[in-house]
Each structure stands twice: as structure tokens, then as C-alpha cells.
């Protein structure tokens, strides 16, 4: 099992999405952070479990898909995954946003 952490983009991410939807819907906002936190925790047990993400083409950076969120992270090492960031797929993926 490796050791997930969230980076501040990550954590700054996850809050964003939460507060836009939050808007309208609370429950919906609650339930929506839930389930990509949730989705992360796959990771734990299979880090590799995610697809390559195209627009880096590297082997240690990987996605998760949890309904319209790509969870963006980085194999670390073999103990530790950092979770890089939360994007929503009609977003545009730069590389420079990716740390």
C-alpha cells in the first residue's frame, strides 16, 4: 500500500470544485468531493491502476477518471503517490499547471 498525499493545487482543486457546485447544491458538492476522494483511494492498493495521461506521455504521471473530474497524479516511488491535481475533462490540460 502506498502512501497517498495531496498537494496544495490538489487540496486548492478539490475546494474549487466543491464551492462551485456548492452554489446550488451542497449535498450535490458534498457528494462530488466524496466520490473523487473515494476514487483516490484506489491508488493506495494499485497505483498503476490509472491511464498514462496523454498530454504528458510519462509513465509516473497517470489520471483517474471520476465523473467529469480527471484526478491528475504522479508515481512518486513505490511508497508514496502525490495526488497533482483535480481537473474538469472539458478543461484544457497544460503542462505547466501540473507540478
Not at 18 to 29: C, E, G, K, M, T
Not at 78 to 83: A, L, M, S
Amino acid at each position: 500500500m502506498v502512501k497517498i498525499v495531496w498537494t496544495e493545487l490538489s487540496l486548492f482543486d478539490l475546494k474549487e470544485i466543491f464551492d462551485y457546485i456548492a452554489v446550488n447544491s451542497d449535498r450535490y458538492a458534498t457528494i462530488t468531493t466524496n466520490k473523487i476522494y473515494q476514487r483516490v483511494q484506489v491508488i493506495a492498493d494499485n497505483p498503476y491502476t490509472g491511464k498514462i495521461v496523454a498530454e504528458f506521455n510519462e509513465n509516473s504521471i497517470r489520471e483517474l477518471i471520476e465523473g467529469n473530474y480527471r484526478i491528475i497524479y504522479r508515481i512518486k516511488s513505490e511508497i508514496q503517490v502525490d495526488i497533482l491535481r483535480i481537473y474538469h475533462s472539458a478543461r484544457l490540460l497544460k503542462r505547466n499547471k501540473i507540478k
